[in-house]
């Protein structure tokens, strides 16, 4: 047995699809990035941020993806999400008037009026710049970076090893570009992994990544120490696979921590509880109803939305507080296990979607921050870690992981369906053209710039989010209209490439429009040649 005590990876992964509409003055997609900006990524880092001022010691692991940060650079959502923030806080201040005979919603109204304010507070504090400050903790050693498929793209599915390729590379560089150095570990899309992914990986010079527990579980030969250990396969990348135990105790909603009856509900917002004239002045132009991160009801239990009771705020902190000490409990009996029953240090990888934490259960940052205080008091049980602290300290064994994803099932069928089978002929088709262009010495600085432009409309059409929203129909139309936008796009920028006199105003309108990577490099598209 290691006398080390084990490594606790939480991972956080962040990403959204890129969303950017110059063409509208205001667009609700747009608000997808915005309310994970208030409810998770700011009081995230409040949360570091106050442990660092009180020298308590963390450390945590996340995916920023490069369209994410691309989003948070760019400075007309930044200023969107400015003029987004002051409607929140002056939609506060009328519903504090408008409580004011209930004593129960009004002191909701007010408690989420202070969350905006304190969001706000610190957004100017930071001057909106988000990426520097997760890169100066990351630089302080509190925080591990990993990237992730350039525009999320599900790499199984991609038909061409030029094309995924360039997924991995452009991940870097955009990484480089946003952190200042190189990455070590990629967050594979979906954690989608298929044999030979591995060299791909090794050649753009990653270390490691994450896998879901059958494609570490089903590795040839099995693995000795199961999900609790790491696998490295002949091409030199280390595999870690997501412990099932801890993921479900926060993930699942039914079994988890998050159903809890003392949290606020997500489902029930003022933005739709009220009367139409009252909140238009807050909604997107055409007056459609959405969510506008008011929300004074509690979970309650399996009724009704229009029976939920009324929450309480200071009971919700102190359920998240239990719960974290629950989680502690669980981890600690955990490694005592794992270190009588595995062969060197033990890991276990705890994976969720960042916006868990806040989005969707608004108690999650409370919850974190509480339980990475635990681990600090009680580092002798286990500690806090990252991908590379345990490609570091844990012994490896070598072995070749199956194919596998964290989607429903386990494998690909999320990402390839009838609901959106259409999209691949159209993907694949797109992936040969942008090879035939790479091929070819651009005619003009201006050929070049047109090649460049397939090269994001061909990323931005590869996002896995369009082939999930398609399966899960959510906002359907929205994912269709923006696919076949890029495949349109990327079939016009061919016909340009080829010809002698492009539209050099169409090219502009496709820059301004979707201009994710400015330092795109195609090179990563060329074809090479066979060996032998």
Not at 52 to 64: C, W
Not at 117 to 122: A, C
Not at 333 to 346: D, M, N, S, V, Y
Not at 352 to 362: M, Q, T, V
Request: charged fraction near 25%.
């Amino acid at each position: 047995m290691s006398e080390h005590p084990g490594i606790l990876i939480l991972h956080l992964h962040a990403h959204l699809p890129y969303v950017r509409h110059p063409e509208h003055s205001s667009f609700m997609e747009e608000d997808w990035l915005f309310e994970a900006i208030s409810e998770t990524y700011v009081p995230l880092l409040i949360s570091m941020d106050r442990l660092m001022n009180e020298d308590v010691p963390f450390k945590l692991s996340m995916t920023l993806s490069p369209p994410l940060c691309e989003m948070l650079d760019d400075d007309l959502l930044r200023t969107r999400y400015a003029i987004r923030l002051d409607k929140l806080v002056q939609l506060g201040e009328k519903e504090i008037e408008r409580t004011n005979s209930d004593p129960a919603m009004n002191a909701a109204a007010k408690f989420h009026l202070q969350f905006f304010k304190e969001v706000r507070d610190y957004w100017r504090k930071v001057q909106g710049d988000l990426i520097s400050k997760f890169r100066y903790l990351q630089n302080s050693g509190h925080l591990e970076i990993m990237t992730c498929c350039a525009t999320h793209g599900f790499l199984p599915h991609i038909a061409n090893d030029e094309a995924i390729r360039a997924q991995l590379r452009i991940a870097a560089n955009n990484y480089r570009k946003h952190f200042h150095r190189s990455p070590n570990g990629i967050w594979l899309a979906e954690c989608a992994y298929r044999q030979g992914l591995d060299e791909l990986l090794a050649e753009e010079g990653y270390s490691y990544t994450f896998l879901d527990a059958h494609g570490i579980l089903y590795s040839e030969p099995a693995p000795k120490n199961g999900v609790w250990g790491t696998v490295r396969s002949p091409s030199g990348i280390t595999f870690i696979g997501r412990d099932i135990e801890s993921s479900k105790q926060v993930w699942s909603a039914n079994e988890g921590y998050p159903g809890d009856p003392a949290y606020r509900e997500f489902y029930r917002d003022v933005g739709y509880d009220r009367e139409q004239d009252y909140i238009e002045p807050f909604l997107h132009g055409g007056g459609t109803r959405h969510n506008l991160g008011y929300k004074y009801y509690r979970i309650t239990g399996d009724v009704q939305l229009d029976e939920k009771q009324p929450y309480d705020p200071t009971q919700a902190a102190m359920t998240a507080r239990q719960h974290a000490e629950n989680f502690h409990f669980n981890r600690t009996q955990q490694f005592k296990h794992l270190r009588a029953h595995t062969e060197g240090i033990p890991v276990v990888l705890a994976p969720y979607d960042a916006e868990l934490f806040g989005h969707w259960w608004f108690e999650g940052p409370n919850f974190l921050e509480s339980f990475m205080r635990l681990v600090a008091q009680y580092s002798d049980q286990f500690v806090l870690g990252s991908g590379s602290d345990a490609c570091d300290k844990c012994t490896e064994q070598l072995a070749k992981p199956s194919a596998s994803s964290w989607g429903a099932g386990g494998y690909f069928s999320v990402w390839l369906n009838e609901s959106n089978q259409w999209m691949y002929p159209h993907l694949h088709e797109g992936e040969r053209r942008m090879i035939r262009a790479a091929s070819c010495d651009p005619a003009s600085p201006l050929h070049r710039r047109i090649r460049d432009q397939m090269g994001r409309e061909l990323l931005l059409a590869q996002s896995s989010d369009w082939a999930f929203i398609a399966t899960t129909a959510t906002t359907v139309p929205y994912a269709v209209r923006r696919f076949r936008e890029h495949i349109s796009a990327l079939l016009t920028l061919d016909e340009m490439f080829h010809s002698q006199n492009p539209d050099v105003q169409k090219l502009e309108e496709l820059e301004d429009r979707h201009r994710i990577f400015p330092e795109i490099d195609t090179s990563a598209y060329t074809r090479r040649p066979e060996n032998g």
